[in-house]
């Protein structure tokens, strides 16, 4: 069987799950929210990663389908945590240049928020930069969801090539910088310096700036004191399973 075939039952076999990575805030150390990531446990396989099957899922279409799965899941979870009186917090959901440029996908959005009944501000979605380039075609619905209330995160920030220009005109909130520029922190100066031009550039342009992929204690430092609003990554926490999240959040 092709992957490709695999992959179509296994999401009928229910073989697909979301995990849950917490976000902080670096001035309160407090968490802000949670971005829902794909896993796929094949019976026989095992774990198969999101880097293997997403992009097959994009090529062949099934990524629609997909997505539309994850966006269902993620906000039935949250939905299902504020209704046992859980802290409120926003969730966020990878959306694929695919599946964001479907015709259907505004509709797909409202019809999982009626679904599931979450208030739209409690889902945000990220998008990767490259997608911005398509000013013209996307520019209506990331103004529509805006208008919606949900809010939107370019993704793997500085591994694409968005021009500034797009990045300042069309509705975006959120600037999260890709994990590479953060790795060599602090011991690279160069990177150092290339970190906190990013930083500035996203406060320049009035919007969130999350880092990722932040593993150390003095990485979080670095960001903390050069005004980095948020983090991800293994120093706070690697993503959850959704009991591991109801803990988390118990003790929040
Ligand atoms: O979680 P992990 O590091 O394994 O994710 C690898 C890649 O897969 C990341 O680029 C991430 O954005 C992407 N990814 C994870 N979950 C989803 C999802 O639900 N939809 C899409 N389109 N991409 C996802
Ligand atoms: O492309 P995107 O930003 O959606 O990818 C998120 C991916 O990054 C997830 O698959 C997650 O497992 C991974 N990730 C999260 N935190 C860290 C980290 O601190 N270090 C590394 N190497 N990967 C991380
Ligand atoms: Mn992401
Ligand atoms: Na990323």
Redesign the pocket.
């Known amino acids: 069987l092709t992957l490709e075939k695999k992959m179509i039952r296994a999401l009928a076999a229910r073989q697909f799950e979301l ?1 849950y ?1 917490p976000k902080i805030d670096t001035a309160t150390e407090k968490l802000t929210g949670f ?1 829902a ?1 794909i896993r796929w446990n094949d019976p026989v396989q095992g774990y198969i ?3 293997t099957f997403i992009p097959i899922a994009e090529e062949n279409g099934f990524i629609v389908e997909l997505g539309k799965w994850v966006l269902l899941e993620a906000c039935r979870m949250n939905k299902r945590w504020q209704e046992a009186g859980l802290p409120k917090l926003p969730m966020s959901v ?1 959306v694929s240049a695919v599946q964001f440029r479907h015709p259907h996908f505004l509709r797909t959005v409202e019809q999982v928020l009626a679904e599931t009944e979450l208030a739209p501000h409690f889902l945000e979605l ?1 998008v ?1 930069e490259s997608l911005l380039n398509d000013h013209v075609l996307i520019r209506d619905t990331l103004t529509a969801l805006q208008q919606r209330g949900i809010s939107l995160s370019v ?2 920030f500085g591994t694409g090539y968005s021009s500034i220009h797009y990045l300042k005109s069309l509705p975006v909130q959120v600037l ?1 910088i ?2 590479t520029f ?2 060599e922190t602090p011991c690279s100066e160069r990177d150092n310096s290339l970190l906190r031009s990013i930083i500035q550039l996203g406060k320049s342009l009035g919007m969130t700036v999350l880092a ?4 150390t204690k003095a990485q979080f430092e670095f960001l903390q004191q050069n005004g980095c609003d948020q983090i ?4 706070y926490s ?2 959850l399973n959704a009991e591991a999240v109801e803990g988390l959040l118990k003790s929040s």
């Open positions: 995990h990575q971005e990531l990663p999101p880097g990878n990220e990767t993704d793997d999260k890709d994990r953060v790795q990722e992929g932040v593993e991800q990554g293994y120093y690697r993503p």
